[in-house]
């Protein structure tokens, strides 16, 4: 349910098509929230070539200056009830205890199933993280209050992730778009050597160290692929595989699912996908999906669904119908939108005040 009085929110974050933020403010606004939306990327702006890795370097902490008085400026200007961030990359400290100083409820919406970008122990300036990933509850719970932590899943973004016809597109029989590691070099040469005769497509960044000289170097594509054109490639590919980067080094978390848990189905393709309890929890299997648990069992599964296209197809499209809105980030804002209202009306009485230093918070 949503308050009488509209929500005022700020929310920093990228907003590319696609794209988590952008996503979910249709989500927020639909619940009544007003919305004022600071794109990072206008401050400090990916790195794509020599030229502006250079000036990143130069620049990079002139940007983020600047990127913190464009969110105070907001702050001034709006006086809102909240600041969310999807991640918080190049979101200062000093800035949130500022934001946290006026009384503003500070929201991270986690995405990542690591913690490279921004240590773990920097989630203890939000007064909320809602995480995408159900193993780094525990973790969360140590450094912030148990209202403080919240699961709120990956979706897709439906205004690209949808079916999708491309014209003129070949054939694919197998479709893997990630980036590459041992892990998952490994699994992809293993198909590939046992399925010399199909049609096998990887798509991601670096691959050609692993496939150089193997049976993976036929199956790679040099192209980038993202909104539109990632959507046609699912929707055109008969089978799509999703699996993740295994056991990150520094704190043993491992994906259980991923955005392309919720976007394949989202842009009706076939999803063939690691098995877990997690994704059976969020798909009927083998109905609207199905999974595999090793390297034989996935070679088994790519033969025997490229061998029943009828049944690959109908699987597909109860796939499609349990994601679609359900798993949308639209609905994900919905989410995000109540968790926030509840901690408000939680607080509304309670006056506004200095955060504590991370040493000093208190132990949930």
Known sequence: MTSSKPVRAILASEF?????????????????????????????????????????????????NVL??????????????????????????????????????LVNYYPDYHFDDIPLEAMANYDLVATTKSFQLDALKMILPPDGVALVHHGYGGEVHRPVRAPNQPPIDVLYIGNANPRKAALMLTLAEAMPNTVIRVVGQRWSKYARGTALARTLSGTALSGDFYAAEITTAKINLAFHMGKDPKTGFADLVSTRSFEIPACGGFMLHIDNDEIRSLYDVPSEIDTFASPEELIAKVRYWLDHPVERQEVAARGHARAVPAYSYFERGRELAQLVEDRLADRKDVSPMLPLARSARPAP
């Open 16 to 64: 590319w098509p696609g794209a988590t933020a952008r996503g979910i403010v249709p989500g927020l606004r639909d619940f009544g929230w007003l919305v004022d939306e600071i794109d990072i990327r206008q401050y400090v702006p990916p790195s794509h070539n020599f030229r502006s890795r250079v000036e990143g370097r130069l620049r990079h902490q002139e940007r983020l």
């Open 68 to 105: 913190q008085r464009a969110i105070l400026a907001s702050a001034q200007t709006h006086n809102p009830d909240v600041f969310l961030t999807v991640k918080g990359v190049g979101i200062r400290e000093d800035t949130l205890a500022a934001l946290h100083h006026r009384g503003i409820l």
